[in-house]
């Protein structure tokens, strides 16, 4: 999971949005063809994903 890679503190989460940047339009198109159902199945199946959308949520 390469959200594991990065430490759960604020420098991290830093590195991790860095990361993302070039995917942070893939994302959106995830969260929007996606029912809560299937994303609750995608938060468990990848801590990372869950992970990077509680960064997005809050930076919203």
């Given at each position: 999971?390469?959200?594991?890679?990065f430490?759960?503190?604020?420098?991290?989460?830093?590195?991790?949005?860095?990361?993302?940047?070039?995917?942070?339009?893939?994302?959106?198109?995830?969260?929007?063809?996606?029912?809560?159902?299937?994303?609750?199945?995608?938060?468990?199946?990848?801590?990372?994903?869950?992970?990077?959308?509680k960064?997005?949520?809050?930076?919203?």
């Amino acid at each position: 999971d390469y959200a594991s890679r990065f430490p759960s503190t604020e420098s991290g989460d830093s590195q991790l949005l860095q990361g993302c940047y070039d995917y942070m339009m893939v994302f959106k198109q995830v969260l929007d063809s996606s029912s809560k159902i299937q994303m609750d199945y995608i938060c468990l199946q990848y801590p990372g994903f869950f992970r990077f959308a509680k960064m997005m949520e809050l930076l919203a």
